[in-house]
């Protein structure tokens, strides 16, 4: 089982920058890919980016790459998310999200794979 914790969220200005934590407790997180996803009001939950175990592999959804960065550091548990050039569009809540695999390539993007879910944390982009 894995607990999952996000910070990092507020408010900023378009153009800004933010970056994301996920605190992440139980054994399993030394064999998940980890993902983050976003959901604005009214919307559909879209992908925003995933990564590998132990993190070689990325992937990315269209409209944050070249501008959101995903790392991970297991010493710390923890998975990051670097948002950088950041557009009103972006506003949304936030989560992150733990696969029980290390890798699904193209599919690490489907929300469906992922096990264990934290609460989110608001992102607030204003123009």
């Known amino acids: 089982q894995v607990q999952l914790v996000e910070s990092g969220g507020g408010l900023v200005q378009a153009g800004g920058s933010l970056t994301l934590s996920c605190a992440a407790s139980?054994?399993?997180?030394?064999?998940?890919?980890m993902g983050w996803f976003r959901q604005a009001p009214g919307k559909e939950r879209e992908f925003v980016a995933a990564?590998?175990?132990?993190?070689?592999?990325?992937n990315y959804a269209d409209s944050v790459k070249g501008r959101f960065t995903i790392s991970r550091d297991n010493a710390k548990n923890t998975v990051y998310l670097q948002m950088n050039s950041l557009k009103p569009e972006d506003t949304a809540v936030y989560s992150c999200?733990?696969?029980?695999?290390?890798?699904?390539?193209?599919?690490?993007?489907?929300?469906?794979?992922?096990?264990?879910w934290g609460q989110g944390t608001q992102v607030t982009v204003s123009s």
């Open positions: 999200a733990a696969e029980p695999t290390p890798w699904s390539g193209q599919y690490s993007s489907t929300a469906s794979r992922y096990h264990y």
């Open positions: 139980g054994r399993t997180f030394s064999t998940s890919a």
């Open positions: 990564i590998s175990w132990p993190g070689r592999m990325t």
